[in-house]
């Protein structure tokens, strides 16, 4: 059986018109990981229908212009710990990076790093 983990931090202070901005960091990459893990602990997503469990949250989150799953990655970095040889070797150890102030649906939260 595979473990899967992932990192949810506090959400205290980054909360707006009763949503919540969050930074979950995936321990293992799993399809739905991030999904799964918020709508289990009865935090699904804002805008996703499929986890949502409550059909008329998810209405609401229409009604709040969110037609599809908040959900956007803004920052990635490799690491290749495996000793195996790869055509991705160049990026073992890059971080690529979005300011998350250009996300559109985060813009209005503020933000702990300015």
Known sequence: MVSIRS????????????????????????????????AHINHPLVGDGKYCLNPETYKSDKKLGFHSQALYSYKITFKFNDGSQSVLDYLNGKTFEIGIENIDFAREFDHPDG
């Open 7 to 38: 990192d949810l931090p506090n959400l205290q202070g980054r909360e707006k018109n009763n949503i919540s901005l969050a930074e979950a960091e995936l321990i293992t990459g799993r399809t739905h990981q991030i999904r799964a893990h918020f």
